[in-house]
């Protein structure tokens, strides 16, 4: 009778799942030896068909375990081949194919928010329907005021009561939200909607603003200064961008100033930075003690400051888009020009981190 020990040793010497199946065949196959030999038992006497019986069920069952034992070897090696075929280098750079673009308004804000964080500002929000109270009456611009005028203001229908609600036209009523919510001390940046009933080649009826607001104990202008020079020089990049200060007016900040950074308009053409030139690009001021008392906060105890800037504006400058309408369009051909991509995120700490050089 055939020796089976020669398939065993085939079957522990395969290489292949496909070698496997072969010689699986050829062994067990209906026209396989142990196939054949099993077939021959029935010419055999009894005494003998026992005994040559139980010699091929025992060889079967080697076979089969022969057969079990390798196909689980073969597996876990081209498991394991495949594995290390498949390790992903995460140090490869990112590949932005076909991925969307951040628009410059939030690119903008997030570089604001940034800059302000770092100083240890936190981000605040508030509602773009807003009530008349927090809105005018609470900054200091009580119904009768001339700054109403200059507030284009869109209105929703008179209430039951006789009152409007309005669509915010600034930030600062967040000012108001924030100081009757927490306890000083408080320091908030907060960038969001407004609107106003104005519609030419640099106004839009939505824009954006960024808010900021800090009340403690001694804040007082030469803070208001300090950071609002340090936001324009980071924000435009320039270690030696002149900032000046020119007093101004506003109803809910006494005193009050404009922030004008340097520029050049050498040539029709407009460059930030030194050139004996000056542009305006916010408002500020150190907080309206009338303020906090509307906010339940004693201007005895307690002062700070405010500044507000338009978004589009300064985006504009800094990224160069001539055309203040150009930021709603939806044009993807824009987007794709003066978008950032997602994992742009702006930050001061980023760079000396990436350099490795962080402490
Ligand atoms: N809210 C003012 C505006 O819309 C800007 C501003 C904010 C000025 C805070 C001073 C302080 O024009």
Request: aromatic share 8%.
């Given at each position: 009778?055939?020796?089976?020990?020669e398939?065993?040793k085939?079957i522990t010497?395969?290489?292949?799942?496909e070698?496997l199946?072969?010689?699986r065949?050829r062994?067990l196959?209906?026209?396989?030896?142990?196939?054949?030999?099993?077939?021959?038992?029935?010419?055999?006497?009894?005494?003998?068909?026992?005994?040559?019986g139980?010699?091929?069920?025992?060889?079967?069952?080697?076979?089969?375990?022969?057969?079990?034992?390798?196909?689980?070897?073969?597996g876990?090696?081209?498991?394991?081949?495949?594995?290390?075929g498949?390790?992903a280098d995460v140090?490869?750079?990112?590949q932005?194919?076909?991925?969307?673009?951040?628009h410059?308004?939030?690119?903008?804000?997030?570089?604001?928010?940034?800059?302000?964080?770092?100083?240890?500002?936190?981000?605040?929000?508030g509602?773009?329907?807003?009530?008349?109270f927090?809105?005018?009456t609470?900054?200091?611009?009580p119904?009768?005021?001339p700054?109403?005028?200059?507030?284009?203001t869109?209105y929703?229908?008179?209430?039951?009561?006789?009152?409007?609600?309005?669509l915010?036209?600034?930030?600062?009523?967040?000012?108001?939200?924030?100081?009757q919510?927490?306890?000083?001390?408080?320091?908030?940046?907060?960038p969001?909607r407004?609107?106003r009933?104005?519609?030419?080649?640099?106004h839009?009826p939505?824009?954006?603003?960024?808010?900021?607001?800090?009340?403690?104990?001694t804040?007082h202008m030469?803070?208001?200064?300090?950071?609002?020079?340090?936001?324009?020089?980071?924000?435009?990049?320039?270690?030696?961008?002149?900032?000046?200060?020119r007093?101004?007016?506003?109803?809910?900040?006494?005193?009050?100033?404009?922030?004008?950074?340097?520029c050049?308009r050498?040539g029709?053409?407009?460059?930030?930075?030194?050139?004996g030139d000056?542009?305006e690009?916010?408002?500020?001021?150190?907080?309206?003690?009338?303020?906090?008392?509307n906010?339940g906060?004693?201007?005895s105890?307690y002062?700070?400051?405010?500044?507000?800037m338009?978004?589009?504006?300064?985006?504009?400058?800094?990224?160069?888009?001539?055309?203040?309408?150009?930021f709603?369009?939806?044009?993807?051909?824009?987007?794709?020009?003066y978008?950032?991509?997602?994992l742009?995120i702006?930050?001061?700490?980023?760079?000396p981190?990436?350099?490795?050089?962080?402490?």
């Open positions: 009778m055939e020796n089976f020990d398939a065993v085939e010497a395969a290489t292949s799942p070698a199946e072969a010689i065949v062994v196959g209906r026209r396989g030896p142990l196939t054949l030999a099993m077939r021959e038992l029935g010419a055999l006497d009894p005494e003998e068909r026992r005994r040559a139980a010699l091929l069920n025992t060889a079967r069952d080697r076979i089969n375990a022969a057969l079990a034992e390798a196909t689980e070897r073969l876990r090696a081209a498991l394991e081949e495949r594995i290390a498949e390790r140090t490869l750079p990112v932005f194919a076909g991925m969307g673009r951040v410059p308004i939030s690119q903008t804000i997030d570089e604001i928010v940034a800059i302000f964080g770092e100083m240890g500002f936190v981000f605040a929000e509602p773009h329907i807003e009530e008349d927090y809105n005018f609470a900054l200091n611009i119904p009768e005021h700054a109403r005028q200059e507030h284009d869109f929703l229908p008179e209430r039951a009561d006789g009152t409007r609600l309005a915010r036209t600034h930030t600062s009523p967040v000012q108001i939200r924030t100081m919510a927490q306890k000083p001390p408080i320091r908030i940046i907060v969001g407004t609107f009933c104005d519609h030419d080649a640099t839009s939505m824009f954006h603003q960024v808010e900021g607001l800090v009340i403690d104990r804040s030469g803070h208001l200064k300090g950071c609002l020079i340090e936001f324009c020089r980071a924000f435009f990049g320039l270690d030696d961008l002149p900032v000046r200060f007093p101004s007016y506003f109803p809910f900040t006494e005193p009050s100033a404009e922030v004008d950074i340097g050049s050498k029709g053409e407009l460059k930030i930075g030194a050139g000056w542009l690009i916010l408002g500020s001021g150190m907080v309206h003690p009338q303020v906090l008392k906010c906060i004693d201007p105890e002062q700070g400051f405010a500044f507000g338009g978004i589009e504006r300064i985006a504009m400058l800094k990224y160069g888009i001539p055309d203040l309408r150009t709603y369009e939806s044009d993807l051909r824009w987007l794709r020009h978008g950032f991509l997602p742009d702006p930050s001061l700490v980023r760079g981190l990436l350099g490795g050089a962080a402490s």
